[in-house]
């Protein structure tokens, strides 16, 4: 199957700082982007829509300023958290579609904000 | 919108046993698809099993099968022979053709020596 690839797998941060997290597809093109948060114990909660060359779409809820998505290349989005603080301290996980009919995941990000 | 239940938090296993995890979704779509996900504690999601709605026919993948029955919106995960590996979350998941895919809730399984 497809590879996604994102890094970094674990980032600690202090508080106020902002983290980018990447997510590649090493293996095809991918339009289209997700971003998933999940918190210890709970399932996958989507963030937002990735676009390729468009601006992000987001959920309901999802702070557009705080949580910046860049989509800049077929196989490429970043995430950065902004001024991140210890309640953005989460499991960040990418995936992208492939022909639009199966979705591949990264490995994740657990990112620590102190 | 679609949604996604597994009414089961937890469930468990005797190793070699088969074990049924349930799922029910609600949409008005026809056309979708259905995955089983696995989550070990790496925390990487893993596919187990795909479906898509317009085939009757129950996908399996060796000791995986599910039981699609679309007018129900069920979508239940078979798990023959378990082994001790296949101690995860298991998550189910909708998604419409070209777009996000939504999660239930989560079920733990554990399969116990």
């Known amino acids: 199957g497809a590879v996604v690839s994102q890094h970094p797998s674990r980032v600690i941060c202090k508080s106020g700082t902002s983290v980018k997290i990447e997510c590649r597809s090493l293996?095809?093109?991918?339009?289209?982007m997700f971003w998933y948060r999940q918190f210890p114990k709970q399932s996958l909660m989507l963030m937002a829509t990735s676009n390729e060359g468009s601006k992000a779409t987001y959920e309901q809820g999802v702070e557009k300023d705080k949580f910046l998505i860049n989509h800049a290349s077929l196989t490429l989005s970043t995430l950065t958290v902004t001024s991140a603080h210890p309640e953005d301290s989460s499991f960040y996980i990418c995936?992208?579609?492939?022909?639009?009919?199966?979705?591949?995941f990264g490995q994740g990000t657990r990112l620590t904000v102190v | 919108a679609q949604t996604v239940t597994q009414s089961q938090p937890e469930m468990s296993v005797q190793e070699a046993e088969t074990v049924t995890l349930s799922c029910t979704y609600d949409?008005?779509?026809?056309?979708?698809?259905l995955f089983w996900y696995k989550q070990p504690p790496s925390r990487q999601m893993i596919l187990v099993i795909r479906q898509e709605a317009y085939k009757q026919q129950n996908a399996t993948e060796n000791r995986f099968s599910v039981n699609f029955q679309k007018a129900a919106k069920s979508f239940s995960l078979k798990i023959s022979d378990s082994q001790l590996g296949d101690t995860a979350m298991y998550f189910c998941a909708f998604m419409k053709h070209s777009n996000d895919m939504r999660f239930g809730a989560g079920t733990r399984l554990t399969v116990k020596p």
């Open positions: 949409t008005s779509e026809n056309n979708y698809y």
């Open positions: 995936s992208a579609d492939q022909q639009n009919t199966e979705a591949f």
């Open positions: 293996d095809f093109q991918a339009t289209t």
